[in-house]
């Protein structure tokens, strides 16, 4: 699975919107861009996934660019229970059998009043 | 809700003991995942499943083993737990057409003494 790049942490304003950059220059064509994030002392939370096109729930929207080589995920209107870790994480589509996913350290994010 | 269960929160074993960790999931899930978290290294896969009785290597499975005797549950057994166990056990699940991601549960903080 190719390797991710994020920055270490991140503040942003309550209210703001916070974008969370993610750089994958090695992805393959079969490869998915994942996002989960992990609040203090909780398992990590699925947030959203994309291959090439952009993509948008209710949590947040993840921009690919056109090359696939980085994305962002944006949170519209943080607020301080957005305040948590953010992995990004690039991985080839199920096959069939358990395709597990391989988090690196992730971005911390802190939300500011 | 769709949830992930894991039998306690917080478990404080003696070196030599043996130790289970429990996990069950209400989503009729076919993968399930056991990581570990410690700091400055995030989350490690210890073992997956992808069915009943299946059971892979993760990136860590020294020193652990897994049991997989029904689609809910999934076990982690530290044969002989030893200080350098101590840690934050998360465990996971998904469907092998896992579009909607893992699901996570609230972690076991395991202090081994």
């Known amino acids: 699975d190719a390797k991710t790049t994020q920055p270490t942490s991140m503040d942003c304003a309550e209210g703001r919107a916070a974008n969370l950059p993610c750089n994958h220059s090695t992805i393959s064509g079969n490869e998915y861009v994942y996002w989960y994030r992990q609040i203090h002392s909780q398992g990590p939370q699925y947030i959203i996934h994309g291959l090439k096109n952009n993509e948008t729930n209710e949590m947040a929207s993840l921009i690919i660019t056109e090359d696939r080589k980085s994305s962002t995920l944006i949170l519209p209107h943080a607020t301080l229970r957005d305040t948590a870790v953010y992995y990004c994480i690039v991985r080839a589509a199920n096959t069939g059998t358990a395709s597990k996913l391989t988090f690196g350290t992730g971005t911390r994010l802190q939300v500011t009043l | 809700d769709v949830k992930v269960t894991q039998s306690s929160r917080y478990l404080v074993k003696r070196t030599g003991e043996k130790v289970f960790l429990e996990c069950v999931q209400d989503?009729?899930?076919?993968?399930m995942f056991w990581y570990r978290q410690d700091p400055g290294l995030g989350l490690r896969l210890i073992y997956f499943s992808y069915d009943v009785k299946m059971k892979e290597k993760g990136d860590i499975p020294e020193g652990y083993s897994v049991s997989r005797e029904k689609k809910e549950r999934f076990s982690l057994i530290l044969e002989s737990a030893s200080t350098n166990q101590t840690s934050m056990y998360l465990c996971a699940s998904s469907f092998i057409a896992d579009n909607y991601g893992y699901t996570f549960g609230s972690g076991t903080r395991l202090t081994v003494v």
């Open positions: 989503m009729d899930h076919e993968n």
